[in-house]
Structure formats: C-alpha cells, structure tokens
C-alpha cells in the first residue's frame, strides 16, 4: 500500500520556523520526485518545492527561495521541508507528494502519482 504520510505542521509567529516531513512507503522512493504544495484558503493548490530522491536537485517557487530548504534522508524514505523566516503569506494547509521524474514540471500536480494528507502551517503576524 502506498503512502505519504506528511506532518510537522503548527502555529507560529512571522519570522519563526517549521520542519515538514513526508514519510513515504509502498512505492520505489529512487525513482521518484518528492514535492511540497500548498493550499491557502480560497486559493489555488500551489508548488512549493521538489527534490529528486535519486540525485537530490531542488526546485523551489521564487516566493519562498532563500527561507525553505527541501531535503531527503533515503535511508528513512523521507523528505523534509524546512521553513525559516516564516511569514503570514506562508499559511496555508501543505502537501506533499510523489511522481516520477517530475523534474522542472514541479508545479504540476498531475505530474504526481501519489499525494499524502495535509498539514496545516498558521503563521501569524
């Protein structure tokens, strides 16, 4: 059984950090991307962040270079999001999910195969 179980999620003050993680079992975690979405309230399901498990290249939307740093452990079969300099713009409920080679195409949510529970991120000013 697939899944991507993702977690980490909380509230916290402009300019405070979270650490997201996706647990994901079930599938060949080499041969794929891992990618962050998120989702704000009346808003559309954004691409936050991608890494491939294989050669660990990174992608990140322009909005949250610099403050989020995706990596993986394959050891654990799990990809992490580090969120520093939080700020209110940044809530939203996060996802993450897995596809194979994603690659620059990060953004695309039917680009993935498998999609784990949200976690929702409040940052409040």
């Known amino acids: 059984e697939v899944q991507l179980q993702a977690y980490g999620g909380g509230s916290v003050q402009a300019g405070g950090s979270l650490r997201l993680s996706c647990a994901a079992s079930?599938?060949?975690?080499?041969?794929?991307?891992i990618g962050w979405f998120r989702q704000a309230p009346g808003k559309e399901r954004e691409g936050v962040s991608c890494?491939?498990?294989?050669?660990?290249?990174?992608y990140y939307v322009d909005s949250v270079k610099g403050r989020f740093t995706i990596s993986v452990d394959n050891a654990k079969n799990t990809v992490y999001l580090q969120m520093n300099s939080l700020k209110p713009e940044d809530t939203a409920v996060y996802y993450c999910?897995?596809?194979?080679?994603?690659?620059?195409?990060?953004?695309?949510?039917?680009?993935?195969?498998?999609w784990g529970q949200g976690t929702e991120v409040t940052v409040s000013s």
């Open positions: 999910a897995a596809g194979p080679r994603v690659g620059g195409f990060y953004q695309i949510s039917t680009r993935y195969d498998y």
């Open positions: 079930g599938f060949s975690f080499d041969d794929h991307h």
């Open positions: 890494i491939s498990s294989d050669d660990g290249t990174t």
